[in-house]
Each structure stands twice: as C-alpha cells, then as structure tokens.
C-alpha cells in the first residue's frame, strides 16, 4: 500500500525539476524555453495543491478535527505561491529577467520551507491518521484534475 509521503513526495521532487528548468532557460535568455518550462511547472504546481486541498486536507481535518492546524498553514502558504506563480507568470510573458529571477529566488526559499514542514510533518501525521483510509485517500487525490 502506498502512503500519503510515498505519494506526495516524489510530486515535490517532479514540480523541482521543472522549475529548475524554468529558472535556468530565464537564466540563459530563452523565453521560449522558459515560456514551457514554466508552463509546465506551474500547471504542475498548482495540481499538486488542488490534490491536498481538494482530497488529502480535507480527509486529514475530518479525522483529526483540527481545522486551525498544519492545513490552515499550508493553506495559506499555498495562497502565498499562487500569488507569486501569478507574479512571476506576467514576468514571462513580459520576458522580464530581473523580475522572473527575483521571484524565483522567493518562491524557492518558500516550496523549501513549505515542503520540508509537509514532509517532515504532515504527511507523516496523515500517513498515521488516514491508515485506515489510504486508499481511498489515494483514489481521491489522483482523480483530481490536473
């Protein structure tokens, strides 16, 4: 049987990598790179919290009770990358380095900090109190769209 971790952590370590390949392409001057790589990675990025929100925080509050806990954190930092995916989106598209590059510096800072806190904490709770339930958990998350 799989796990939250097993499921969520490998999606942080994909969503990495592409957006590694988007600040790297801004990096060197090829907007037409970066344009997909970001494209990629932000479609990515966002269906990885459409997958907590939408499936894993909501089982993890119904069987725990805890509403003002981890997912209200995660939530919020989660409204905090949207917002500057949004940010650095316009950055693209106006082919605007300092910008781009400027909030790539932030949001990574920011997935660290976010990730390490789900990984080294929220998931692993959730792995313990959805025992129960993971695959039904599992089903849910992978069953929203991308």
């Known amino acids: ?20 390949a988007a600040e790297a392409a801004a990096g060197q001057g090829d907007w037409h790179a970066a344009a997909e790589a970001w494209s990629r990675f932000n479609d990515a990025l966002r269906h990885h919290f459409a997958m907590e929100e939408e499936a894993l925080f909501p089982a993890f509050e119904a069987r725990t009770g805890m509403t003002q806990g981890p997912t209200q954190m995660m939530r919020m930092e989660h409204i905090q990358m949207r917002e500057l995916l949004d940010q650095m989106t316009d ?11 400027g909030d790539c510096e932030t949001l990574l800072i920011i997935m660290q900090q976010h990730n390490m806190k789900e990984e080294q904490m929220l998931y692993l709770m959730a792995d313990q109190v959805l025992a129960g339930e993971m695959e039904e958990v599992l089903g849910r998350m992978r069953a929203v769209s991308g």
Request: glycine residues 0%.
């Open 1 to 20: 049987m799989t796990s939250i971790s097993a499921f969520l952590t490998p999606d942080h370590q994909h969503c990495d990598s592409l957006f590694a």
């Open 91 to 101: 950055a693209v598209q106006r082919q605007n380095s300092d910008a781009f590059l």
